[in-house]
């Protein structure tokens, strides 16, 4: 799983006690899940988190009018949304 290797590489630079956690990041109900399992794996509030996040769809330019809108809202709910709204310090404020 690359969850664990990047989580891996972040002890290794200093990071104390990266977990990896894994789950839907463009489902709000698994990216709140998925910060509590985090907390309680660190037992403090998370401070920074490492998005190995991304998503996309094969489509050539030309033809970008036919991407149906559920797909262009999945790959902005993953690429785009999540980085800012599944932001720990945005979390604990909603």
Known sequence: MRARAVAAEAET???KGAP???GDVADDGQVRAMLKQVEAAIRAE?????NNAGTTIST???ELDAVSV???D???AVNGAW???????RRAAS
Do not use: T
């Open 70 to 72: 559920e797909d262009w």
């Open 83 to 89: 980085p800012v709204l599944g932001h720990p310090r």
């Open 13 to 15: 630079a200093g990071a």
């Open 74 to 76: 999945r790959v902005f």
């Open 20 to 22: 990896a956690s894994r």
């Open 60 to 62: 050539p330019a030309k």
């Open 46 to 50: 998370l401070e920074a988190l490492i």
